[in-house]
């Protein structure tokens, strides 16, 4: 069974704060995916990566920066944290087109 | 520019009848379609998907149905048990590409 973790199931930081959301698989998957999730607006894709060190932005990338210096892990970062990134933030791993799911991370920014 | 819209932000129904899912994509180039289910507190998992040469896939209670000429396919739940409340995702990927484009959900709630 392909198991993706998170690093956090609930956070809770101060606007302007660093903020790191770590994501492991353990499937030896190529490609890796940062989402965050809100009411009505469904999964919306933050970044990418194909490969280790390779990254794309995905639909809202502005705000956030990735790390993929291993290929189990990526790393999703929040330079300054805003109260509009207040979110559930979804990591997925892949090695086709189906992907699985961490089981996220509620990220609440004060 | 919302390439796959799933139209119906909640629906209910009575448990051991027929849960109908819709949704509508804009992109011909779309080949390959999934439909996820996501729970309170958890992420997604897979449930069905369908290659655009099917119009239909099977497995179990669940069934995906491809309307390739209305761009719409639709996800059948029968009969409708407790447990399938939760939120429903479609979501649309192309044949070679890795990213998933999904819809806003749907939240399933089956009534006693």
């Known amino acids: 069974d392909v198991k993706v973790t998170q690093s956090s199931r609930y956070l809770v930081k101060r606007t302007g704060e660093k903020v790191f959301l770590e994501c492991v698989q353990d499937m030896d998957h190529e490609n890796m995916f940062w989402y965050r999730q809100d009411p009505g607006l469904g999964l919306r894709l933050i970044y990418f990566?194909?490969?280790?060190?390779?990254?794309e932005k995905g639909d809202i990338p502005e705000g956030y920066s990735v790390s993929r210096e291993k290929k189990e892990r990526f790393s999703l970062i929040l330079e300054s944290a805003s109260t509009n990134q207040t979110s559930m933030y979804l990591c997925a791993s892949s090695l086709w087109i189906e992907q699985f799911f961490g089981p996220g991370t509620r990220l609440t920014v004060l | 520019d919302q390439q796959v819209k799933q139209n119906s932000p909640s629906l209910s129904v009575q448990e051991g009848r027929i849960s109908i899912l819709n949704c509508d994509y804009t992109?011909?180039?779309?080949?390959?379609f999934l439909w996820y289910k996501k729970y309170p507190a958890e992420g997604p998992t897979f449930l069905i998907s369908?290659?655009?040469?099917?119009d239909k896939n099977e497995d179990g209670r669940f069934t995906v149905f491809l309307n390739k000429s209305a761009k719409h396919l639709s996800l059948h739940i029968v009969p409708s048990q407790p447990g399938d409340s939760a939120v429903y995702f479609c979501a649309a990927s192309f044949q070679g590409a890795q990213k998933l484009v999904f819809g806003q959900g749907t939240r399933l709630t089956i009534n006693p």
């Open positions: 992109n011909s180039m779309f080949d390959y």
């Open positions: 369908i290659s655009s040469i099917k």
């Open positions: 990566s194909y490969d280790v060190k390779m990254k």
